[in-house]
T-cell receptor, first 112, second 114 residues
Framework: KQEVTQIPAALSVPEGENLVLNCSFT??????LQWFRQDPGKGLTSLLL???SQREQTSGRLNASLDKSSGRSTLYIAASQPGDSATYLC???????????WGAGTKLIIKP | DTAVSQTPKYLVTQMGNDKSIKCEQN?????MYWYKQDSKKFLKIMFS???????INETVPNRFSPKSPDKAHLNLHINSLELGDSAVYFC?????????????FGEGSRLTVL
């Protein structure tokens, strides 16, 4: 059964710290993996998309890595800011139909 | 300058009614999707359209009918609404064919059936 797990469920850190969010998945034969953030009452904002052939993607202070053999992806946030506070979701697709399997998310709070 | 916009954002209606949720994307994407967010906050795909053609039709009741007048629009029509249809529905789009490209989501439409 294809599943996606995100740990921790919640994380609170002081502003300025670097942090890592984890996403693990069963079945290494993924098609792609995407990280999103969701702000309360709002939609999903795409952060980074990693295709199965890629090892990492970077956008600004964000870096996402993919290790298919161990079934893991990490989202690294450098120099965290209060505006980074949101729920971060990992979604994995195992086929081209974009039937996404979602993790439950990590709620991140950055304390000023 | 919203990329993917859904209307209405909130919809409250009685059981048995028929309602529609509209979705428009101005990104020039070829593929559009409808997802339903379940009670555990997971998003499950309902439909996918590529250039106005239905690609995916997951196991949803046939009371749900998507309509794509052009590739920039994918509307969701629901007949004979039931209590269990209450949920947040998300529209999304992506460049390229199904399963390719980065997904861009709308802000969601919260449907409440009384």
């Amino acid at each position: 059964k294809q599943e996606v797990t995100q740990i921790p469920a919640a994380l609170s850190v002081p502003e300025g710290e670097n942090l890592v969010l984890n996403c693990s998945f069963t079945d290494s034969a993924i098609y792609n993996l995407q990280w999103f953030r969701q702000d309360p009452g709002k939609g999903l904002t795409s952060l980074l998309l990693i295709q199965s052939s890629q090892r990492e993607q970077t956008s600004g202070r964000l870096n996402a890595s993919l290790d298919k053999s161990s079934g893991r992806s990490t989202l690294y946030i450098a120099a965290s800011q209060p505006g980074d506070s949101a729920t971060y979701l990992c979604a994995v697709s195992w086929d081209s139909n974009y039937q996404l399997i979602w993790g439950a998310g990590t709620k991140l709070i950055i304390k000023p | 300058d919203t990329a993917v916009s859904q209307t209405p954002k909130y919809l409250v209606t009685q059981m048995g009614n028929d309602k529609s949720i509209k979705c428009e994307q101005n990104l020039g994407h070829d593929t559009m999707y409808w997802y339903k967010q379940d009670s555990k906050k997971f998003l499950k795909i309902m439909f996918s359209y590529n250039n106005k053609e239905l690609i995916i039709n997951e196991t949803v009741p046939n009371r749900f009918s998507p309509k794509s007048p052009d590739k920039a629009h994918l509307n969701l029509h629901i007949n004979s609404l039931e209590l269990g249809d209450s949920a947040v529905y998300f529209c999304a789009s992506a460049a390229g064919g199904p399963g390719t490209g980065e997904l861009f989501f709308g802000e969601g439409s919260r449907l409440t059936v009384l």
